[in-house]
């Protein structure tokens, strides 16, 4: 059973098969793959989402709220135009949202730079928010790469990179 009180389906599969007396054929499988590399990397990810959602959903944000406020931490001004491109999300879904955070008094339309070009920009309060956020990942991160040295950790961000750039082909 996974810590989220949810067996993997070839274990449900397993049980529902023993309960009608038949032979259990995923009963192999369901260990073995339990016990992979990757079924442990999906899993540490799945329970990781759920964790960075409690101090979205705490504050009254949504999933992908982060994205935005993270983005507009380091792109000062950026407009929704920009945004959009690099949130990787149409620009007509990306209003309604922008728009709730403004209402929220999260982020803000002003002029930015010498030429005063307008964008966005995050409120003080959009910053603080944004913090306790970081804060989050920075933990979450320490989490599953406290024990490897420097140079390890840097390796796994790589191949881990590198296995999300196949899955993408």
């Known amino acids: 059973m996974s810590p989220l009180g949810l067996a993997p389906i070839n274990d449900r599969m397993a049980r529902r098969s023993q309960s009608r007396g038949d032979e259990a054929i995923f009963d192999y499988m369901s260990k073995t793959k339990s016990r992979s590399a990757l079924y442990r990397l999906i899993e540490a990810g799945q329970l990781t ?3 960075l959602l409690v101090p979205l959903h705490e504050r009254g944000l949504e999933p992908g709220d982060d994205a935005v406020l993270f983005m507009l931490h380091d792109r000062l001004g950026a407009s929704e135009e920009v945004l959009a491109a690099e949130i ?18 999260l982020i803000a339309r002003q002029a930015t730079g010498p030429e005063l070009v307008p964008g966005l920009a995050l409120t003080d309060r959009g910053e603080r928010i944004r913090e306790v956020l970081a804060a989050a990942w920075s933990e979450l991160e320490e989490a599953l790469l406290g024990e490897l040295p420097h140079k390890e950790r840097k390796r796994l961000r790589k191949q881990l990179g590198r296995f999300v750039e196949l899955l993408r082909l």
């Open 49 to 51: 989402h759920k964790a």
């Open 88 to 105: 990787g999300i149409p620009f007509e879904a990306l209003m309604p949202r922008l728009e709730r955070l403004i209402e929220r008094d």
